[in-house]
């Protein structure tokens, strides 16, 4: 089982940016998609972002397209969302996800971090 921390949630302004860092425990996650995905008040969980096992390959959702970066860093077992430019549309909770292969769905989730941006 992995276990996903994400951290480097906050409060900003609009046109401002955040990283979220999402720290994976208990097993490499070098093969696994990693999916980000995001929760607003009254709203239904929506992807934001995924990265393949190589970090060439990635997705955006249209709404953060050209704004939001996905990455990830091997040797700390760990995968990032850079957001710039950022609305306050985009206030949210953000997940990390995990899915191992044979990538069937996404088996492990992080507790979430809070983004706020402010107008």
């Known amino acids: 089982q992995v276990l996903l921390v994400e951290s480097g949630g906050g409060l900003v302004q609009a046109g401002g940016s955040l990283k979220l860092s999402c720290a994976a425990s208990?097993?490499?996650?070098?093969?696994?998609?990693m999916g980000w995905f995001r929760q607003a008040p009254g709203k239904e969980r929506e992807f934001v972002a995924r990265?393949?096992?190589?970090?060439?390959?990635?997705s955006y959702a249209d709404s953060v397209q050209g704004r939001f970066t996905s990455s990830r860093d091997g040797a700390k077992n760990t995968v990032y969302l850079q957001m710039n430019s950022l609305k306050p549309e985009d206030t949210a909770v953000y997940y990390c996800?995990?899915?191992?292969?044979?990538?069937?769905?996404?088996?492990?989730w992080g507790q979430g971090a809070q983004v706020n941006v402010s107008s």
């Open positions: 996800a995990a899915d191992p292969p044979p990538y069937q769905e996404y088996e492990c």
């Open positions: 208990g097993r490499t996650i070098s093969s696994y998609l």
């Open positions: 990265i393949g096992w190589s970090a060439g390959s990635t």
